[in-house]
Every structure is written in C-alpha cells, then in structure tokens.
C-alpha cells in the first residue's frame, strides 16, 4: 500500500478512491492539493458538488461501467480556487485494491486539460482570424470580376481601375500568405538555438541599404550610428535576423511621416538578465539595436499587444499600405528563438523606438 501510495502521490492527476458506500478512502497528494484539503473518511459529495460529476458517478455505482467526462469548474464548485478545464474518468474496481484494502472501490480521475483546452482555443481563433484576413480580399477580387464580367465589359477605363485593385488585393494575399508561412516555420522550430555568429552592424547596414529606395519614396533618410569598430556579434541565424531588422525598419518607414528621418543606434550595454540557461539573472554584455522613427506614435496602451497575431492599432491604415498584421509576430518569434528580447517605447506624435536586444555571441 505504501508502495502504491508514493507513486500515485507522484501523478499530476487527481485520484479518489471511494468505496461503496461513497465514502472517500484515498485521496493522492495532487488530490489534496486541488481541493485543498484530505477529505478521507467523509462523504464525496462533502468534496464535490459539481451535478455534472455525481451524476455521472451516480451511473457509474448503478451499472458498474466506466464513464468520462469533460468538466469545466465555471458550471460548478469542484474546488473553491478552480477555474479549470478536467477530463474526468470514474470507474469500478470489484477486486482488491492493494490500496484501500476493501473491496468494490470506484476511482476518480481527474486530468488537467486546461493547457491543452487553451491551444485548442488559440488553433480556432487564428484559424477564424487567417480565415477573416484572406476573405476580404478575395471578396473584392470575386466582385470585381463579376463587375469586369458584366456591366464593365466594354467600359476599358472602369476595367483597367479594376484590375489595378485586383492586383494590389491579390499583392495583399500573397504577403498574408507568404506571412503566415514565416510564423509557421519559426513556430515550429523556436525551440533551436542559432549557433552561427553573425555581425549585427553588417545585417543592420544591408537591411538599410535594402529599405533605401523604399524610404525615398517617403522623403525618408535612414542613418545608421554606432561606435563599434570591432563589429557586434551575436550567436544568429543570419536570414532570420535579417527579417527581424526589416521588418521594424519597413514599419519606420511605413508609419513614418513623409521627410522624416530614421535613426538606428547600435550598441552594447551592460544589462541584469537571465538569457542564460538557468534563469539566474546577472550582469551581461548585450547588444542593443534602437530604431528610432519619426512617425505619429503609438498610444501606450496598444503597446504590450503589438506582437500579438492581426493585432494593428489601426487595421484599415494598415492594409491600405500593405500590412498584414503579423510583422511584429514574426519578430517576436525569432527574438525568442535568439533568446533576444523586443522594447517598445512610443507615444503620441512624438514617433516610436523599437529596440532589439541579443545576448553577445561567447569570444571563441
Ligand atoms: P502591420 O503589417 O499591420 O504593420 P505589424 O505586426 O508589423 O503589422 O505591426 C502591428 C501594428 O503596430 C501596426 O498595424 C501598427 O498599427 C503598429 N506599428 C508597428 N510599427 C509601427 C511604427 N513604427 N509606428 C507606428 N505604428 C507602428
């Protein structure tokens, strides 16, 4: 009994053994936990009031067949701190449990179900947001081909605007897209550190460099300071560093107000962190990379929710000059990857600063 005991103490499941008079004769540690208290020798219903789960124990003492089910703790008071999601399984045992010494024992099981219930969650929603995302513009496109179609048929410059707006909506879906394919990818290999060094000031410079001519067609200037004449190295993958810094630098410019400018400061600071394995924090070398924008700003209180999947502080602004919304998301996931970290400071009229933050690569 002893034996059995310790190992089910061990369990992140739930177990309550009942004999059958309802009485409660084991509850394992996880048990006690949950509920707060060892509720041995009382009556289960001293510890569960949920009609969801007494009714389905209450089948399970009259025709002696195991039954599961889903319960969610908002519907009930299975435990007074609760708000969770639990796979419930009670079941007969007509032997001898080792455990309880008596015969005809029903066992309850509970399994937290909570985390896997809120990826199912977060799944569906992305899918109804992709989904949003992808049918605006494909509406417009089927709409105006009906247009082109019918009453437009002869009507050359009304086919022409058309076309023009098909195309830039087919643009739009290629990039939610060619997006959506980015986040997958980092998403699924998040958990591989990069072990290349890369040069920050090179990748900084390219992407400038890269962004040049878009910034021309805003009056933009883009300068790129820094007094690190060693270079700024950092353990990378240098492509997806590359999207990061360009896709903070094509939002400065974006959002940015025509003749402005765009400063980029590179530097190492000296900062508490816990990029190490063992989440002790202690001073290190960082680099930091500021973009600093003169656009209209961001209100404060947008600004923890920026990276978030479709979330845009003005969504029609947005898709007007080609943003899909998932920029920041993008530069969220590789930063994780990099074990780097994203500063967002902004306010209203007075432009923005996007600062990426990534530990030094080890002098080898
Ligand atoms: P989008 O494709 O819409 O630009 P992002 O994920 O790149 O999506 O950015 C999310 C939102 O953050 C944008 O829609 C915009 O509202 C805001 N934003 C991002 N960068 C800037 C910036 N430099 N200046 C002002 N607003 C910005």
Redesign the pocket.
């Known amino acids: 009994m002893e034996n059995i005991s310790f190992i089910l103490n061990k369990l992140e499941d739930a177990i309550i053994v009942l004999d059958s008079d309802q009485k409660i004769v084991f509850q394992n540690s996880h048990s006690i936990d949950l509920f707060e208290n060892n509720y041995t020798g009382q009556n289960i219903t001293n510890l569960i009031r949920s009609p969801i789960v007494l009714e389905a124990l209450e089948n399970v003492y009259k025709n002696k067949e195991t039954e599961i089910i889903e319960y969610n703790s908002e519907y009930g008071s299975l435990s007074p701190r609760s708000t969770n999601f639990y796979n419930v399984e009670i079941s007969y045992e007509k032997n001898h449990l080792q455990l309880t010494n008596t015969r005809d024992n029903y066992v309850i099981l509970m399994k937290n179900i909570t985390p896997l219930k809120n990826i199912e969650r977060v799944r569906s929603s992305f899918i109804a947001n992709v989904s949003h995302e992808l049918k605006t513009p494909l509406a417009t496109i089927m709409g105006f081909l009906e247009t082109i179609r019918g009453p437009a048929k002869d009507d050359q410059k009304s086919m022409s605007k058309f076309l023009g707006i098909m195309d830039k909506e087919t643009i739009r879906m290629k990039r939610l897209i060619d ?1 959506l394919i980015v986040v997958s990818k980092i998403e699924s290999d998040e958990h591989i550190h990069p072990t290349k060094k890369v040069n920050l000031l090179k990748t900084i410079d390219n992407v400038a460099e890269s962004l040049k001519e878009y910034a021309l067609t805003k009056n933009i200037k883009i300068r790129v300071n820094h007094q690190l004449s060693e270079g700024l190295f950092v353990l990378g993958n240098e492509d997806e560093l590359v999207q990061v810094f360009t ?2 630098i ?3 410019i ?3 107000k025509l003749n402005s400018s765009i400063d980029i400061l590179a530097e190492k600071i000296k900062k508490q962190t816990d990029y190490s394995d063992n989440k002790k924090l202690f001073p290190q070398l960082v680099s930091k990379i500021s ?1 600093k ?1 003169e ?4 209100h404060p209180k ?1 600004l923890a929710r ?2 978030e ?7 029609a ?3 007007e ?11 969220k996931h590789i930063l994780n990857k990099h074990r780097g970290h994203l500063d ?1 400071k ?1 306010e209203i009229n007075q ?2 600063t ?1 600062s990426v933050e990534l530990p030094i690569a080890p002098i080898s």
Request: hydrophobic share 30%.
């Open positions: 997006d896709n903070i094509d939002n400065s974006k959002y940015g973009v924008d656009s209209e700003g961001i947008h920026l990276t999947r479709f979330y845009r502080v003005d969504a602004r947005s898709k000059i080609g943003g899909t919304g998932l920029g920041l998301t993008i530069v967002i902004s432009g923005s996007f």
